[in-house]
């Protein structure tokens, strides 16, 4: 089992950049792929990124092409996604989440198994 913890949420003007960090327990780190999804609102939570455990594979969401990049740093436990060029619609609430089986599709909410309690980013006009 592993615990997910997501940091480095807060409030930004448009424009700007935010790393968020989701830092995991145990020492398997490297045996999960990883997942960010993002939820508004009154809104349903959707992808916004995954990479495959090995690193070798990334995927985003259309919205966050170009703007979002997924990384980890398997000797610290920890997944990122760094968020550029922000926008009021990227305000929600974050959350990390790990998939321990290599589901094929990990664009979705089902692939996971952890999650994360959720770290709020503000983008303000």
């Known amino acids: 089992q592993v615990q997910l913890v997501e940091s480095g949420g807060g409030l930004v003007q448009a424009g700007g950049s935010l790393r968020l960090s989701c830092a995991a327990s145990?020492?398997?780190?490297?045996?999960?792929?990883m997942g960010w999804f993002r939820q508004a609102a009154g809104k349903e939570r959707e992808f916004v990124a995954a990479?495959?455990?090995?690193?070798?594979?990334?995927y985003y969401g259309d919205s966050v092409k170009g703007r979002f990049t997924i990384s980890r740093d398997h000797a610290k436990n920890t997944a990122y996604l760094q968020m550029n060029s922000l926008k009021p619609e990227d305000t929600a609430v974050y959350y990390c989440?790990?998939?321990?089986?290599?589901?094929?599709?990990?664009?979705?909410?089902?692939?996971?198994?952890?999650w994360g309690q959720g770290t709020q980013v503000t983008v303000s006009s």
């Open positions: 990479m495959r455990r090995s690193g070798g594979s990334t």
């Open positions: 145990g020492r398997t780190f490297s045996s999960y792929d």
């Open positions: 989440a790990a998939d321990r089986n290599g589901a094929y599709n990990i664009r979705v909410m089902g692939a996971y198994d952890y």
